[in-house]
């Protein structure tokens, strides 16, 4: 099996992909352009409430997050870039 895999491996087949470049976002939405996501825990009742409140908002939950990071800016005096 190791011969195969040998023999496989010269081919490409197991070859390990090439690495994007780490400027190059993997997507090409343009309204992600300039944008990282910014993974965090939080309690199920908080992920609802705030599918919820975009609802009842008429918004996504998105545009609230970064109203809330933007009140956080705010209130520790940095300017509101989000």
């Known amino acids: 099996m190791s ?3 040998a023999t496989l491996g010269a081919t490409g087949v197991f070859a390990i992909p090439k690495a994007k470049p780490a400027d190059k976002p993997a997507t090409s939405r343009p309204d992600r352009e300039g944008r990282a996501p910014l993974p965090f825990w939080a309690t ?3 992920k609802k409430q705030l599918r919820f409140l975009a609802a009842e908002h008429d918004t ?4 609230l997050m970064t109203e809330a990071l933007n009140l956080l800016f705010h209130k520790y005096g940095k300017p509101e870039i989000a």
């Open 3 to 5: 011969r195969q895999r």
């Open 44 to 46: 199920i009742a908080a």
């Open 60 to 63: 996504n939950q998105q545009a």
